[in-house]
């Protein structure tokens, strides 16, 4: 089993920066994938970035240029760094990633249970 935890939201104003954090931990064989989605009420849940095994990375149009997902390997460490924040960031963002958990296994994916980041104008 793979656990996710997160760490960084809260409440800020527009123009300010947030550091989100999520460790995996657990039966971890490989990572393939990590990210951040985001979701607000009445609404489907979106991507938001994504940096595979590879270091490979991609992002919304909407954040594009403001955010920054990283990853620290050694850790199973997911990081996305949001600048200029905007009140239409404001969401539950979940983190995400996609794993197997031994060799041969499949590849699925786990998800954290969300943290609320908040943007007041």
């Known amino acids: 089993q793979v656990r996710l935890v997160e760490s960084g939201g809260g409440l800020v104003q527009a123009g300010e920066s947030l550091r989100l954090s999520c460790a995996a931990s657990?039966?971890?064989?490989?990572?393939?994938?990590m990210g951040w989605y985001r979701q607000t009420p009445g609404k489907q849940r979106e991507l938001v970035a994504a940096v595979t095994s590879g270091g490979s990375t991609s992002y919304a149009d909407s954040v594009k240029g403001r955010f920054i997902i990283s990853r620290d390997t050694a850790k199973n460490t997911v990081y996305l760094q949001g600048n200029s924040l905007k009140p239409e960031d404001t969401a539950v963002y979940y983190c995400n990633v996609v794993a197997r958990t031994k060799w041969g296994s499949p590849i699925l994916t786990y998800w954290g249970q969300g943290t609320q980041v908040a943007v007041s104008s």
């Open positions: 657990g039966s971890i064989f490989s990572i393939n994938a």
